[in-house]
DNA sequence: CCTGCTTCCTAAATCGTTTAGCATGACACC
DNA sequence: GGTGTCATGCTAAACGATTTAGGAAGCAGG
């Protein structure tokens, strides 16, 4: 009358080797291709465990061995494709690696953060890949640090952390947008989605500053619209700009999301991107390219971001003294449709 | 000289009960709000842990209650938007019944999904989430069956596998799309993304062929082409057709990142979506809306997918004995802009 | 003083592995 | 035959929680 699966319950290392006539620690050994066994031993072994479908049971193992081989992935959001796709960078990093991940999503919510990551201590991670939520503050993470667990920061950060960081240059990368813009010929230029919750939305409003004044350009905080980097956002800050009573003829976004709500925005207005006004967008998620018109963007090389904090917490695993490591990759411009160089006179919607 | 934390070790609920002069046992059921132990120790044991940072071992509970807590969710692929919404919704949805999510994807690799599954299962998850990779078979989920812990299968499923389902009506969904083509006039409608190796695949096969059916039009195996659903397919897919001696006039495609790789394949033929040629996607992902010109599609009511699949598996954890349920979600047609009647010459590209 | 009942807590078994250290037997060597 | 060396496999103690059966203490009632 029991359920599926002859026999009573699942079959163990221990009914293993009893049915064997051999111990437990043979089997265990056996199992994992000690030397110290016999190959006959071994190989009968080994026959038994696929034949009664034998299935590790790990958190029994990670009890004796202090290694689980899971890492905690604790990210802000996955529905953005950049994270999606980070996400999936590092899933196929991990799990080369032989580790498995766990999955926590704190909605850019920090108590529901806190929540998360404790949740996910609770399986003791052999590491933590972290994306904090906005206005997270170093305490906040001090859970994480207490628990000794390898942790590093992938895209965002929390400054005075002291944990290992993997992301993209975003003071320069916003500086090559407003570079690229001034080239083209604009003096004024917007900023639409300034995310100062984040450390991502900082730099780059930092990057957005420095450009203006490498252009010998003022600084004018009109032309800046705040929010997070979603769709809805890019075009009701196009929208606010376009209504200005001095709009700006070219703008950069704080993300490619961003950017095609902006776009919509010009749509809606009856202007023309890269002709009316000029865009910028910022990650170059796949979409970008295909867009219409195509946005030109700046690409964060986020591909490469799964594999590399892989790599650094792999690393730190494996040495937890190692002194604190900080990649931070460069970005490149995309030109694509979106830029061109401003109407002499500026527009304004009717 | 030792790590982070004073003290040697981590603090265990040994440790714990050690320090207040308390057994294991009163600590244990206090810290999980037990009626059986006094109101003064509960307190004094529950401030006790915060301050000294315990965190429960997670491995350790389960070793002994045979409950995990997590559930393991295998897809084929989390790049597709679609399948990040639907990995989004699961994830939230199992959050809040205090389910942690551990992670495996196939990238649509049967042998990839046999490794990464197995490794799953060796957590011991209180129940699977599974889109199975193209071409799994009954013997592919056997392992699964097995292990005796429940299955649930979301979007895709493997026929005769015998595990609950949550998914949509793809037949229905696609003779929708035929129909409205029909309704506009077209008579030689197209399929761009015929993917047999997938049960949706198949399925909106099947219902395209309905479709003419039910219009009485013929089915026209030059008018499909085949592969999985990515955009370069759709763009490859597009040319294929537009080449051919008699080109359909609209054509229906496997999922909306094919129909966004079509677009871009009429762009380039110089055809103008909506009136030399019509265009329906299918899962109304966010960027059909937005995209331009709007794509006209086939809502497949993702964001309902995750909740529901996630209550599938928590029903089946409480009654294991339950009847096998399978959820059938029916699609609806979205009309934007990529439709149109036809033009009364088939179009050439030169 | 005994019995019976509460209330609060404890001892000990248990879950399924891993691993340090020891036992055994075979064999060779002197 | 005593000794040393190997190869092989076993014993037993962890790992950190949960849970059941039961014990000690206090109190009431006879």
Redesign the interface.
């Known amino acids: 009358m029991t359920?599926?699966?002859s026999g009573a319950g699942?079959v163990t290392l221990q009914r293993l080797a009893r049915e064997l006539g051999l111990s437990t620690a043979t089997v265990s050994l056996a199992l994992r291709d000690s030397a110290v066994v016999a190959d006959a031993t071994r190989i009968k072994v080994q026959e038994a465990a696929r034949a009664r479908?034998y299935?590790?049971?790990?958190?029994?193992a990670?009890?004796r061995t202090a290694r689980?081989n899971?890492v905690g992935i604790g990210l802000h959001d996955?529905?953005n494709?950049s994270f999606?796709?980070l996400?999936?960078g590092l899933?196929?990093a991990f799990?080369i690696a032989g580790k498995?991940?766990?999955?926590?999503?704190s909605?850019e919510d920090v108590a529901r953060q806190t929540r998360?990551l404790?949740?996910?201590?609770?399986?003791?991670p052999d590491a933590f890949i972290v994306s904090p939520a906005a206005n997270s503050t170093v305490a906040d993470l001090k859970?994480l640090?207490?628990?000794?667990i390898p942790v590093v920061q992938v895209t965002r950060e929390v400054e005075g952390s002291g944990f290992d960081f993997a992301g993209s240059d975003d003071e320069t990368g916003m500086g090559l947008a407003v570079a690229h813009l001034v080239g083209l010929g604009h003096r004024r230029i917007g900023l639409i989605g300034s995310y100062p919750a984040a450390s991502t939305g900082r730099r780059r409003l930092a990057g957005y500053k420095a450009g203006l004044a490498a252009a010998g350009l003022p600084f004018d905080p009109t032309l800046v619209t705040d929010g997070p980097g979603l769709?809805d956002m890019g075009r009701q800050g196009m929208a606010r700009l376009l209504a200005l009573d001095a709009p700006p003829t070219a703008a950069v976004c704080f993300n490619d999301l961003t950017a095609?709500?902006a776009l919509?925005g010009l749509?809606a207005a009856g202007l023309a991107a890269g002709k009316d006004f000029s865009l910028v967008g910022y990650d170059d998620i796949?979409?970008a390219a295909?867009?219409?018109p195509a946005l030109t963007t700046v690409y964060t090389r986020i591909p490469e971001y799964g594999p590399l904090a892989a790599k650094l917490a792999l690393a730190r695993m494996a040495d937890?003294h190692r002194p604190v490591e900080r990649v931070v990759l460069t970005p490149q411009l995309v030109i694509r449709a979106t830029t061109g160089a401003p109407r002499p006179v500026a527009p304004r919607p009717v």
Do not use: K
Request: proline share 4%.
């Open positions: 359920e599926a699966s699942r479908g299935v590790a049971n790990r958190g029994a990670s009890l689980t899971i996955i529905i494709p999606t796709e996400l999936a899933e196929d799990s498995t991940v766990l999955l926590g999503v909605q998360t404790g949740t996910l201590a609770e399986y003791r859970a640090a207490a628990s000794g769709r095609f709500g919509m749509q796949a979409e295909l867009w219409h937890p």
